[in-house]
């Protein structure tokens, strides 16, 4: 009997040790599935989603990230550039460029010096940049309040200059900055004709993109497609082709007399007159 009261009493506490365990894990089960469901209300109120129970964030975040209209805060706005107007530095400027010290240049132009020096053969800063084809200079050079629409001699603008070393980069630029592609100088050429002229097919490309009208003559009467053809650019000669409607009108050049023949010719005519005096 002993020995049965005590397998009894074994079994009977393996039984409600089981049970006991089985209790635990079911309440530890329903706090973690509690746990998990707050976390998923959390993160759904981080990315703006909308949950089940109402939740305050939202509005919050709202407020804080939507701004008002206006673009850019008054604080978030660069501040205005102060220029220099020093002569001495601005001739310094124009020396470095000239001389093509360019770190220096960009050094003065940083600094807020103004681009307004010219010499007496009437060279600025922005054509010294344009000539050479110094893109970032060109831009800090306008930024400082230099002059796009400058002309030189003749009214030729940047871009004929450019166009006649065939600097594409430099053209585009100046155009974005307000240079008009199709300007005519005093002999009405425009930059369609320089390029032509120089046989630069990249350029006369662009430029009939752009809408400069290649019927236009200058004062010789000759098309850019004219001039193609008197140079045997035959790139730019199958460009132009496509697209002007008009014939050149290419006027044969004068005959210069020649100093020599003006001589003879003075010559005999100081023979006849002595020859009728001494008769």
Do not use: C
Not at 45 to 60: D, Q, Y
Not at 175 to 196: E, F, I, Q, R
Not at 243 to 261: E, F, I, M, N
């Amino acid at each position: 009997m002993n020995k049965q009261n005590i397998i009894i009493s074994v079994v009977f506490n393996k039984i409600t040790s089981i049970l006991l365990l089985s209790i635990a894990l079911t309440f530890t089960a329903n706090a973690k599935t509690n746990q998990l469901g707050l976390l998923d209300d959390d993160i759904r109120a981080l990315l703006n989603e909308p949950s089940k129970t109402p939740s305050t964030t939202n509005k919050t975040t709202s407020k804080v990230d939507s701004p008002k209209s206006g673009g850019t805060s008054k604080k978030n706005r660069a501040p205005k550039k102060h220029l220099i107007s020093d002569p001495h530095l601005e001739q310094e400027l124009f020396d470095t460029l000239k001389s093509g010290q360019t770190a220096r240049s960009m050094h003065l132009l940083k600094m807020g010096v103004k681009p307004n020096y010219k010499n007496i053969k009437g060279e600025t800063p922005l054509g010294i940049a344009v000539t050479r084809g110094w893109a970032s200079i060109i831009n800090k050079l306008v930024e400082n309040g230099a002059d796009i629409h400058e002309k030189g001699a003749r009214g030729v603008t940047l871009v004929h200059t450019a166009s006649a070393r065939g600097m594409t980069d430099v053209v585009k630029l100046l155009v974005k900055h307000g240079l008009n592609p199709g300007k005519k100088t005093d002999k009405k050429w425009t930059p369609l004709h320089v390029a032509a002229r120089y046989g630069h097919w990249q350029l006369v490309q662009y430029f009939v993109q752009a809408g400069v009208d290649p019927n236009i003559r200058n004062s010789d009467g000759k098309t850019a497609l004219g001039l193609a053809r008197q140079l045997r650019h035959m790139g730019i000669i199958k460009i132009l082709s496509q697209v002007t409607s008009v014939r050149s009108l290419d006027k044969p050049p004068k005959k210069r007399k020649s100093k020599k023949r003006k001589k003879k010719r003075s010559k005999k005519r100081n023979k006849k007159r002595r020859k009728s005096k001494n008769k």
